[in-house]
């Protein structure tokens, strides 16, 4: 059984979660329920990060000590990923003792084989991104991404010697393994300026995870951070599993955190001896009137603001569909409510209720089985074929676009061909509902790691027991597969039309 490891950033505790998070681990959840369903073991990660002066200053203002912050505010992640139906097979904390073992052992042995050194430095820091910047960085003084005052830090701390792994990570940049390419040029574009040693470790704040051997300091937290990545598939810990989840990574990321992962993160593991990852999925910002929605700046929009009036479904479905992973995308509340009543709505649940309607008026209420042959059949072989590549690609928004293809397909033929004129119980309407009620079957299988309650509900709708996702999708589909045979009755509309708010 192949393995597909997957994960998305963990997120700072300093705030709550906004749908720029949640569509990150939303895509994450509908990548790990297609490998499931085709077959794959999967391991599905996310998690909070908890370190650094960032939350320790949160803390302070919310009158709370850190680990309450983070106790609170990593409740909040867990919540709202319930709420969406996300169901990660790990929720990582930083705060875990496993992660600090996992940390100590890394570094040290990173350390150990010589690619950490001693030094002082001084230099632009910005709470924000938890990170330096050079003068040139800076954008009239202010850190580049949350146009705000930087400060002046300087300490005595460890360096990683990343200089020392520019050709192996060139090598690594193009074998393919950063996607969108053009994020993979960016990753080389920085190499190509050259790597400066990086300082790792923190004298200033006490909030981290302490360096074993030397108890002044503790690591900064993107250091500690990125190990949670290895920490959770059980690094250190002679698990037996580690090098084959690790062989088959995935990390996704959003666009300002490329850096970290593209660069840092790869050179700390081929300093400890590691493998890279297999690969980094990098997209953009959801944005709100061009301004991006994240980080201190960000706007106030909930995942629990929207499901209230979209369902998880509606919700789910939105993001995957609508924001193509890679470039930035602008969040729109009216295209939001246009893709639901056009997709889910209009498409599928017109399909839906329009076939079982006819299938009680023209085959007193039994479902005809699909035949072996049909118009619809290639188009649907088809489309088998586009969504596994899709999602092999990490383009969620393709594979249900291809989809929602064959499914309006499906409505045009209806259309055309009438059954609802033909004649009772005849071989003609028995052919046409069978050719729509098998792409009601296959449709609620390949949407179903977005429409993780209403495929379901499909399925049962059609007559079918149990639920799309009980049998190991083959690939290899073959047209004809819907049995017949059930008797069907009419349900409540799964998806409502919504009216926009004013
Ligand atoms: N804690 C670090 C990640 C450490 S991973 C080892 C961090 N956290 S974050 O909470 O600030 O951001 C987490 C992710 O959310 C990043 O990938 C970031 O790109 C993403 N997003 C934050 N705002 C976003 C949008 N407006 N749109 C899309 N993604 C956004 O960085």
Not at 308 to 331: K, N, T, W
Not at 388 to 404: G, I, K, M, Q, R
Not at 415 to 439: D, I, N, R
Not at 461 to 479: C, F, H, M, Q, R
Request: proline share 5%; hydrophobic share 40%.
């Amino acid at each position: 059984m192949a393995k597909f490891y997957v994960t998305t950033p963990i997120y700072y505790v300093n705030d709550v979660p906004h749908i720029g998070h949640s569509y990150t681990t939303t895509t994450a959840d509908a990548l790990a329920r297609w490998h499931r369903l085709v077959g794959d073991e999967v391991m599905f990660l996310t998690g909070t990060d908890e370190h650094g002066l960032k939350v320790q200053r949160s803390a302070e203002e919310n009158g709370l000590t850190p680990q309450q912050q983070a106790d609170n505010t990593s409740k909040r992640f867990s919540q709202t990923w319930t709420a969406l139906s996300i169901e990660p097979d790990q929720f990582i904390r930083t705060t875990e003792p496993r992660h600090h073992e996992a940390v100590g052992k890394l570094l040290s042995k990173i350390k150990e084989n010589g690619y950490i050194e001693k030094g002082s430095y001084a230099g632009n820091y910005c709470v924000g991104c938890e990170a330096y910047y050079t003068d040139a960085d800076l954008v009239e003084g202010n850190c580049p991404i949350h146009e705000r005052p930087v400060e002046w830090l300087e300490e005595d701390n460890y360096f990683f010697k990343l200089s020392a792994f520019e050709d192996r990570l060139r090598e690594w940049i193009n074998s393919g393994a950063i996607r969108p390419a053009g994020k993979a040029s960016e990753a080389l574009g920085i190499v190509e300026l050259g790597l400066d040693d990086v300082s790792i470790t923190r004298t200033s704040i006490d909030w981290g995870v302490q360096v074993p051997w030397d108890e002044d300091h503790v690591f900064y937290v993107w250091y500690d951070a990125l190990i949670n990545y290895v920490t959770a598939i059980g690094y250190g810990q002679d698990s037996p599993e580690f090098a084959d989840w690790w062989a088959n990574s995935h990390h996704l990321i959003g666009k300002d955190i490329l850096r970290f992962h593209c660069v840092y993160w790869p050179a700390m593991l081929m300093a400890a001896g590691l493998e890279p990852p297999k690969h980094v999925d990098v997209h953009g910002f959801l944005l709100l009137g061009g301004k991006k929605l994240s980080k201190s700046g960000l706007t106030q929009i909930h995942p629990e603001d929207l499901i209230g009036e979209f369902g998880i479904d509606g919700f789910r479905y939105h993001f995957l569909r609508d924001v193509s992973f890679g470039p930035d995308s602008d969040f729109s509340y009216e295209q939001m409510v246009e893709r639901y009543n056009t997709d889910l709505a209009n498409t599928l649940g017109n399909l839906l209720s329009r076939v079982i309607t006819v299938v009680g008026k023209k085959c007193n209420g039994v479902a005809p089985g699909s035949q072996a042959d049909s118009p619809l059949a290639e188009l649907a072989e088809k489309t088998v074929n586009i969504a596994a590549e899709a999602w092999n690609s990490t383009a969620p928004s393709v594979a249900l676009d291809a989809t929602w293809h064959l499914i309006r397909e499906t409505n045009a033929y209806l259309g055309e061909s009438e059954p609802w004129k033909m004649e009772e119980g005849s071989a003609e309407v028995s052919a046409v509902l069978g050719t729509a009620l098998e792409v009601l079957r296959l449709a609620a299988i390949l949407a179903s790691p977005a429409l993780v309650n209403t495929a379901p509900q499909i399925w049962q709708a059609i007559g079918l027991e149990g639920s799309p996702t009980d049998n190991v999708l083959d690939l290899d589909y073959k047209w004809g597969q819907y049995q017949g045979g059930a008797q069907l009755t009419a349900i409540e509309p799964l998806f409502p039309r919504i009216k926009p708010q004013a």
